[in-house]
């Protein structure tokens, strides 16, 4: 008698046998998944620790390290936003990112602060399109600048000053609501290009009025210059608690409730496999 004539024989025997064992240890499997979600809270708040492009950046701009935060990735930024405004709108305020994007760093002076967003051009792969004459190209992603022939497998990069313009709001409201810092965060973008393929500059201001500055790393006094006169006059009165606080992220985007909820059920099935297991009287 040949598997596939036997299926029908076996599938319910290997089912019942699939529902018994998931019986038997449900307590464990319900406490492997809420542990498991706990843990990638706290390990995701731990890992942003470990950014030493902060450290880097901080002495290319000539201020203290302590006074440059990596910011979340942007849907944790804009989560952090959204539970404080209830008026948040996803498509109209989540930064659009890029491939050439590095990381986006809040950075504090006694001037004020500023959200720049670093990205590398000489280690992203780019394909030249010599037979377009256009200018410039419109896209679902944004807007290219065609003379430099940047074309992507599947979509053109997304304006560079745009992005950077949305994560300096979400921040600029996220610092005006949990610490009542007054003036607003310039954006700034911070681009590696040697090979000279990054898009022209657009002007795009952020909600507060502010345009984007493009800095390059191949001009670091301009960019230090830039740095050292910030206006905006978001001058923050205490950097480490904005650091500290802004490090713990993954605690911030999943709610104190959340986390409770979670770990009533991790509490809830140790205790159930255990009592399956017959460890429990």
Not at 99 to 111: N, P
Not at 244 to 252: F, M, N, P, S, Y
Not at 274 to 279: N, T, V
């Amino acid at each position: 008698m040949s598997f596939l004539s036997s299926l029908p024989e076996i599938l319910p025997i290997a089912m019942d046998a699939a529902r018994a064992a998931l019986f038997q240890n449900a307590g464990w499997i319900l406490a492997g998944i809420t542990g498991g979600a706990l843990l990638s809270d706290l390990a995701a708040g731990r890992l942003r620790d470990r950014d030493k492009r902060a450290g880097y950046l901080a002495e290319f701009l000539g201020v203290r390290e302590d006074h440059v935060v990596p910011l979340p990735p942007a849907s944790a930024l804009w989560c952090l936003y959204a539970q404080r405004n209830r008026n948040a709108y996803v498509d109209a305020e989540l930064p659009n990112g890029s491939q050439t994007l590095q990381g986006s760093y809040l950075v504090m002076t006694a001037r004020g602060a500023a959200v720049i967003a670093v990205h590398n051009f000489e280690t992203s792969l780019f394909y030249r399109a010599p037979d377009r004459t256009d200018d410039i190209l419109d896209t679902i992603g944004g807007r290219a600048s065609v003379a430099h022939g940047l074309v992507q497998p599947e979509r053109f990069p997304v304006e560079i000053e745009f992005d950077a313009a949305r994560r300096a709001d979400l921040v600029t409201y996220l610092l005006k609501a949990a610490f009542r810092t007054p003036g607003d965060v310039v954006p700034m973008v911070l681009v590696r290009d040697g090979n000279d393929m990054a898009p022209t500059p657009m002007d795009e201001p952020s909600q507060a009025g502010h345009t984007v500055q493009r800095l390059s790393f191949a001009d670091p006094e301009a960019a230090r210059d830039a740095i050292a006169t910030l206006e905006g006059n978001a001058r923050v009165a205490d950097p480490p608690a904005v650091r500290d606080w802004l490090l713990r992220w993954a605690g911030k985007v999943t709610s104190l409730r959340r986390r409770a909820w979670r770990a009533s059920l991790l509490a809830a099935g140790c205790l159930m496999g255990a009592w399956q297991a017959g460890l429990l009287p």
